[in-house]
């Protein structure tokens, strides 16, 4: 079942990776998608390669609130699903996040996404249907090593959307999560950038570890076992929007799956282990 006559859908972070493969996969299938990035001249690449875009900086609520009037205006004020996507990755060993930078990931992760779904509510709600399908991770069931402040935007997600879900229950309005482990995309190259710009790694007790981690997020092709295009959340997301009893969450890559299943069987001592061997201390 194609959701709604394959109505509109908005996607946030097509600039590139999951949010790009899922916009032009959505579009080939016949949705008519609103597809958003952040930079105005992403909008034009995405726009110049046949797809409706809007401007969306999820850190700015301004930016926020002209996309959602945008997007209605576009689709005669109907939306039938919205796919948040939109994030980062903030390396970093908990004790050199500053509270501007743990701050920094949740706006875009986190508070943006709930704004956007928060805006767009009243419209679907009017309807009496609509999907709200939310890209989670495999580091919103555990936690890696390095990866605390992305850790916590995701986690805090999990919570938010199932909260979200039961809340919702009657409406005709779907809540999912999507939950992949390693997926090729830029994704390491921008999270590299961020690490140079706000962690002093010379200062940290942690630096020997930051070298590893380094070479990790600077390395060409895939960087952990099990890595999968992202292709392989388009055909989740593809169900979470055409089946009548859509999943509350969506395992993608055999990671996902396996740390999902570990971590309600084994004592946390035995999983910290597990989960320290399996970044490999911060480097993959």
């Known amino acids: 079942m194609r959701g709604k006559a394959a109505g509109p859908v908005l996607i946030t972070?097509?600039?590139?990776?999951?949010?790009?493969?899922?916009?032009?996969?959505?579009?080939r299938r016949g949705y008519r998608v609103i597809a958003s990035a952040r930079r105005a001249e992403d909008v034009a690449r995405l726009t110049?390669?046949?797809?409706?875009?809007?401007?969306?900086?999820?850190?700015?609520?301004?930016?926020?609130?002209?996309?959602?009037?945008?997007?209605?205006?576009l689709t005669g004020g109907r939306l039938f699903a919205l796919?948040?996507?939109?994030?980062?990755?903030?390396?970093?060993?908990?004790?050199?996040?500053?509270r501007a930078v743990l701050r920094a990931q949740l706006e875009t992760n986190l508070l943006g996404w709930h704004e956007l779904t928060c805006r767009l509510l009243p419209v679907l709600r009017a309807q009496g249907y609509g999907r709200?399908?939310?890209?989670?991770?495999?580091?919103?069931?555990?936690?890696?090593?390095?990866?605390?402040?992305?850790?916590?935007?995701?986690?805090a997600l999990e919570g938010l959307t199932d909260t979200l879900r039961l809340e919702l229950a009657g409406t005709g309005i779907a809540v999912s999560l999507i939950e992949p482990g390693p997926i090729e995309s830029r994704f390491r190259a921008n999270a590299h950038a961020r690490f140079l710009a706000h962690i002093d790694a010379e200062a940290s007790p942690h630096r020997a570890?930051?070298?590893?981690?380094?070479?990790?997020?600077?390395?060409?092709?895939?960087?952990?076992?099990?890595?999968?295009?992202?292709?392989a959340v388009l055909r989740a997301l593809i169900h979470?929007?055409?089946?009548?009893?859509?999943?509350?969450?969506?395992a993608v890559t055999v990671p996902t799956r396996l740390f999902g299943a570990l971590r309600r069987v084994l004592p946390a001592p035995a999983l910290d282990w597990l989960l320290a061997r399996a970044s490999g201390g911060g480097a993959r």
């Open 13 to 27: 972070g097509c600039s590139s990776g999951i949010g790009y493969a899922c916009a032009h996969g959505l579009a």
């Open 132 to 155: 709200i399908v939310q890209n989670s991770s495999v580091l919103g069931l555990v936690a890696f090593p390095y990866r605390g402040a992305y850790v916590a935007s995701k986690f």
């Open 83 to 98: 796919f948040n996507n939109g994030a980062y990755g903030q390396p970093g060993a908990v004790e050199d996040l500053s």
């Open 48 to 73: 110049a390669e046949g797809l409706t875009t809007v401007r969306l900086d999820l850190d700015d609520s301004a930016s926020i609130q002209a996309a959602v009037e945008e997007t209605l205006r």
């Open 209 to 231: 570890a930051y070298r590893a981690q380094a070479a990790r997020l600077l390395k060409q092709g895939p960087a952990a076992p099990f890595t999968l295009p992202p292709e």
């Open 240 to 250: 979470a929007l055409e089946s009548r009893r859509p999943r509350a969450r969506y």
